[in-house]
């Protein structure tokens, strides 16, 4: 039970931080944090929290990457749906509350976008369906090389979630105006519910690539980093 609830709360950690940032703080007048800071608020939200759960749940946080473990033979079966159940409850909490505090502002103008992920119209960018489909999967792929890769065994110990939170930085840099950036169908379903557009008639593309790239990368990492006798 221990370990579902580190995953709750590592799940509500990281919208709350990352999702948080992006509705308070990246276009908070003449002082904003915009993409870059955005991108760095979430990056420290997994980074902290594969410290603080890392031990006690492996530190997923993400219903992508813990099936991406599971394809990859770093995770048990039994405990995936319950892992998924408990990563997409936090971050509708962790979505609930960011709502609830936001209704504080004065002259509270709605949520907008609610930092949700979309393509075409809701794409920051506006870029199309196409495009975000590409950019989640291989963004999702090399996420999950890098989780397995720094967790390897044969790997400097107690440095992946340093290599975690910088990747997912690095995924923030490049895809947010792609798709405000997902790789994490919990931290996408969260917001989605709250947010004023069409954000959930477009969710199942966020779970959909972010599932798809998990796969992709745990394979690719089973394959390259496989040890053959000579």
């Not at 908070?28 to 944090?33: C, D, M, N, Q, V």
């Not at 031990?55 to 998924?84: C, E, M, Q, T």
């Amino acid at each position: 039970m221990n370990k579902y609830l580190a995953e709750f709360l590592g799940t509500f950690w990281l919208v709350f931080g990352g999702c948080g940032s992006a509705v308070f703080a990246a276009a908070f007048p003449e002082l904003g944090i915009g993409f870059v800071g955005v991108s760095i608020a979430f990056g420290l939200t997994v980074l902290s929290g594969a410290y603080a759960f890392g031990h006690i749940s492996g530190g997923h946080f993400n219903p992508a990457v813990s099936i991406g473990l599971w394809a990859g033979g770093r995770f048990g079966a039994k405990d995936l749906v319950p892992y998924i159940i408990s990563q997409t409850i936090g971050a509708i909490v962790a979505a609930f509350a960011l709502y609830v505090i936001l209704q504080g502002q004065a002259g509270f103008p709605g949520v907008a976008g609610f930092a949700s992920n979309g393509f075409d119209a809701l794409s920051p960018g506006k870029y199309s369906m196409t495009s975000a489909l590409m950019a989640e999967i291989i963004l999702t792929a090399f996420f999950l090389i890098v989780i397995m890769g720094s967790t390897d065994q044969r790997a400097p110990a107690g440095f992946a979630p340093i290599a975690i939170g910088l990747a997912l930085t690095l995924i923030h840099l490049i895809s947010i105006p792609i798709t405000n950036t997902s790789v994490n169908p919990a931290r996408s379903t969260g917001v989605a519910l709250f947010a004023e557009t069409a954000a959930l008639s477009q969710l199942w593309l966020f779970w959909v690539a972010p599932i798809i790239g998990a796969v992709i990368g745990a394979i690719l990492y089973k394959l390259v980093s496989t040890e053959k006798s000579v």
